[in-house]
């Protein structure tokens, strides 16, 4: 266990310096996420006009706890492993005592490291164009949220792993990933909080990941709605079975493997 | 004409190499369905909450939709393969090679490659377009100039994405440019009017989306009196001669792998 947390170390300040050389790209990452506040503009408008349940200052703070949980969920572990599988680069990664999992999982902890400060910033720009809009969650619905949030983080890069694994047998697969990022985008409350969907459209993704991935975390940090705990529940069955389907494509797919002379 | 050809050419090759990769296109084509699926969700929520988008009805706001997927499938289809490759190849040093050929370097770099997994964006968009223009009731002028806007809102895009994707010359790895900018043709997926005001202003001064998307639709509908709307034609032709220009200043600042 030690020989691994020495390791996970390594490659985490490996990673957050080669992070921190590129930032110029994950500054126009993090402001390719900004998307929510546009949906909050539309919605807030709308709140002005008189036509929704909420005010426009809870749109304001729900759609900031959108920001903020999908920044922290974003996932490119398809890409890595798929790129890897194709170009061969993966032949030496096998070469090292260490499942190559663990590596992709550091590169996106270290990303987060870089991100972090950015969001720092983005929430006090934020604050400072939105008077009033943040309010103090307290603490253990920051935790809980943090906790949401970090299950969603794993269920997701479970999920990419997963579709990069699949590279084994599709020489592109990465593009399967795109499917469930569309889903996430539309039932995981980044359109409009879950609240204002129809009843029927509710009922049917409750069980299925996507509300919980983002939805639960916000909800704990902006109170819009009560938050929902089962929604821990459910993000912690399909961790496990995405844990699952990446263990077994993993021990399947790696005899596969053939590229570059391995 | 040589140029057409050329195009031609390379589509053909690009596309042959792609289709390599069948899997990827047909879930591509799953993928484009749901997600228009999703987009029109997204309109429904609006108005099943009685918000009309700021004086859209429901047939209109589709057109602006229809616009904004239309940009976004040319992003997937050409802009995102092939302005990638301008951050790849100042990386590699490779970008030489392309400057010594005896063609247009920015014609080189911007239709070298196609991405067939947006065809089936591209036609999403073409029916939304064509559903949402006859639910409108457009006249013949109408359809008219629905077409020549698109093209317009096209380039227009087109000269946004190459101008950023030209900075990697000094930024070297900023792929992620295209990236942010696909990402903000979302947020011009409903009429302009529906948001508050700064937003309105931001994105028609700052990032052009609104000629992208919302003019168009409002040209087409004749719903351009007082608007900015025609002003889409000057900038899209302003924005396409600036990245002429600053892919040409660009370069002088590039210096090779070796040099």
Redesign the interface.
């Known amino acids: 266990m030690s020989a691994l947390t020495a390791k996970m170390r390594t490659l985490l300040s490996v990673y957050y310096a080669y992070m921190l050389e ?1 930032r ?3 500054v ?2 993090v ?5 929510p ?3 909050m ?2 919605w ?3 709140a ?2 008189g ?2 349940a909420y005010t426009p200052g809870e749109y304001e703070r729900y759609f900031f706890a959108v920001f903020i949980a999908r920044q922290l969920a974003i996932v490119w572990a398809n890409w890595t492993f798929s790129d890897w599988v194709r170009t061969g680069k993966l032949s030496f990664h096998l070469l090292q005592p260490l499942d190559p999992a663990w590596r992709i999982l550091a590169d996106h902890a270290a990303e987060r490291g870089v991100r972090l400060p950015m969001l720092a910033l983005i929430g006090f720009v934020f604050a400072l164009l939105f008077p009033g809009a943040l309010v103090w969650p307290g603490w253990a619905p920051l935790l809980l949220g943090l906790a949401a949030s970090t299950l969603a983080f794993l269920l997701s890069f479970l999920v990419a792993y997963s579709v990069g694994l699949l590279s084994f047998w ?7 990933f ?2 469930w990022y ?2 996430m ?2 039932f995981s409350g980044m ?2 909080p879950l609240s ?3 009843e029927a459209v509710q009922r049917a993704v409750y069980y299925t990941p996507f509300p919980h991935l983002v939805y639960l975390p916000a909800s704990y940090w902006s109170g819009l709605e009560p938050a929902d705990p089962r929604g821990f529940a459910v993000l912690g069955f399909w961790t496990l079975v995405f844990f699952a389907v990446a263990r077994l494509l993993w021990r399947a797919g790696r005899r596969r493997f053939s590229a570059m002379g391995a | 004409m040589r140029y057409l050809r050329l195009a031609g050419i390379f589509w053909a090759a690009s596309a042959a190499a792609r289709m ?2 069948r ?2 296109f047909a ?2 084509l ?2 484009a369905v ?2 228009t699926a ?1 987009k029109l ?2 309109v429904y ?2 108005y ?4 009309d ?2 004086g859209w009805r429901w047939q209109e706001a589709l057109l602006v939709l229809g616009f904004a997927q239309l940009v976004d499938a040319f992003f997937i289809l050409l802009f995102q393969p092939n302005l990638r490759r301008i951050s790849e190849m100042v990386q590699d040093g490779t970008l030489d090679f392309v400057l010594l050929k005896p063609v247009d370097g920015q014609f080189w770099m911007s239709v070298q490659q196609v991405g067939v ?1 947006g065809f089936p964006y591209l036609v999403t968009a073409l029916a939304l377009l064509l559903f949402a223009g006859s639910a409108s009731g457009l006249p013949a002028g109408g359809w008219g100039l629905l077409g020549v806007a698109a093209v317009a809102a096209v380039l227009l895009g087109y000269a946004v994405a190459f101008l950023l994707a030209t900075t990697s010359i000094w ?1 070297v ?5 295209v ?2 900018l ?3 043709i ?3 997926q ?1 009429p302009v009017q ?3 005001r700064p ?1 309105r202003l931001f994105m028609t001064f700052v990032l052009p989306v609104y000629f992208m998307t919302t003019a168009p639709a409002e040209l087409a509908l004749g719903r351009a009196q007082a608007s900015w709307a025609w002003a889409l034609f000057a900038v899209a032709l302003g924005f396409f001669l600036l990245s002429r220009a600053f892919w040409r200043f660009a370069l002088r600042y590039y210096s090779s792998a070796s040099s």
Not at chain 1, 31 to 35: D, I, M, Q, S
Not at chain 2, 173 to 177: C, T
């Open positions: 590129y110029a790209e994950i126009f990452w402001l390719g996420g900004l998307v506040f546009f949906f503009a539309a807030s408008e709308a002005r006009q036509h929704t599709f020489e592109d697969a990465t593009e399967i795109e499917l569309v889903l985008l539309f359109l409009a204002l969907y129809p | 390599e990769y899997a990827a879930v591509s799953v993928a749901v997600e999703g969700f997204g929520l609006f099943s909450n009685g918000y988008l700021g997994v930024f790895k900023i792929f992620n440019v990236y942010f696909s990402s903000m979302w947020s011009a409903y529906a948001y508050a937003f």
